[in-house]
Structure formats: structure tokens, C-alpha cells
């Protein structure tokens, strides 16, 4: 492994790990240690830099942590009111990570009806059944071909109940070419959501994350209980209003950047209730 010093501005290594969007971190002392890309990174913050052990180079850590955003221009478009303001400030540098996303969609599938400690252990379950082992017992993502040739039996026992299905079909897809997840990059975020709702077991919310996370569609806003709730409770003032409309609000309302409001408030509403 080689040891990188990245600077960076606006950043919150610690929002930005904590705050749900991910599952294959674990914070250990000072540091944290995930999997990103198939290789094991440990990486710290001192202030204005970011200390990263890893084999990955620091261009492909700078992606990840999507330090190419301007935070200060994204602040601006979302702080448009009193309460984006105040969880602007009590969050500030937290950033939207950018995920691999075949990893990302199949991570995504596994959250439906889900809370995060089932969802980070399925994904373990997956990777130490069907990955290659990084180093004792650390196990990279497996690939579609792996998954796309698993039997449902033995999916089963990656305790991923209902979904083993879905993961399958997913698999199958994208193997096949019918899914080309790189492609829906370079579409209008409607084209690229269109694509991925034709999937079994991918509606709106899934297809949103997975845009959000891995495929830099920054005005999409997934929609899960704790957005209906904030929304409905801070915005709408409708008990009544669908996911669907609430998206629409939110792309109109907090414009391009709709999805780091999205992230900024569901950080807030979950950590109410911690």
C-alpha cells in the first residue's frame, strides 16, 4: 500500500461515511477502513487533508469522495431556507460519494424493506460467498457474471430473502447487455431512470440512489420514510402528497443539487431519532 496526503476543502470525512449512503465502511480508532473498487483503503482526516493508505491512486480516491464538487456553489443552490441553512451548518462538508455502480444498484436492491445492519451483512454475506478474497477474510464485491451464475439456493444463503430474484434477474441483465449501467451516465437523468425502472425489483427509490450514488445524476432525490416525513412535516404540509410528487418538488425547489438536500436531510431526520 502506498500513503497518499490529498488536500481538500468543505469536506467532513465523518458526515459523509456516517451518513447512510454507503455499507462498506467501519470506523476503527481515528481512521476508516473500507472497500472501495475492490481494494481495502484506510484513510483519516487532519484537518485540510485527507491520509490514505491504499493501492488505489489518488486521483481514483479523489473521485470517489467526489472532491470535484463545489460545495460552496452547491450551497447556495440548496440553502434556501431556514432549516437547510441550519443543517447546511450543523453537517458542513459532508459530500456525496461516488460509488461503482453495478455494486451501488445491487447494495440498493438488498436496502428495499431494509435497515442498514441487514443490508451491510448481505452484502458481506455476497462478497465472502461469490468475491475474491482481498486478504484474510476481507472479500471483494463479486461481479455480475458471479451472481448471474449462482443458483437460487445458494443465493438463499446469503439471507437475502425476497430479493434473491431481483438480484438474480439484475445479474442476468446486465450480463446479457441489456442493462448497460456505464451507458445511463451519459443520458438526461428521465432517460437514464426509465432505464433502470424496467428492471424487476427497481422502482423509484432504488433508481434514484443508484443514480445519486454512482452515476452523477445530482438532482435525483430518492425518497424513503424519513424524506416523506421531513418533507411533509418541514415543506408540504401534506400527509397526503405521493413519492413521486415529492421528487418532482424537490428537483423544482432545490434545483440541480436536489440530491445533496436529499442527503443533507435524511442525515438530519435519521440522527433525530438516534
Known sequence: MRTHRIPVQVFSLDHTLRCGQVFRWQKRGDKWIGIVKNSIISVEQEGDSLIAKSYLTPEDIASYFRLDDDMEKVYR?????KLMKEVIARYRGLRLVRQDPWECLISYVCSINNRIPQI????????ARFGEEICDGVYGFPGPEKLAD?????????????????ILDVAKKVCEGELQLEKLRNMDYQSAKRELLKVNGVGDKVADCVLLYSLDKLEAFPVDVHIRRVVQREYLKNGGISDKRIGEWARQYFGEYAGYAQQYL?????????
Open 266 to 274: 435524511f442525515h438530519y431526520e435519521r440522527t433525530k431519532e438516534m
Open 150 to 166: 449462482a443458483s437460487h439456493d445458494e443465493l438463499k444463503k446469503c439471507k437475502l430473502g425476497f430479493r434473491v430474484d431481483w
Open 77 to 81: 443552490q440548496i440553502g434556501k431556507d
Open 120 to 127: 451491510v451483512r448481505m452484502i458481506q454475506n455476497l462478497s
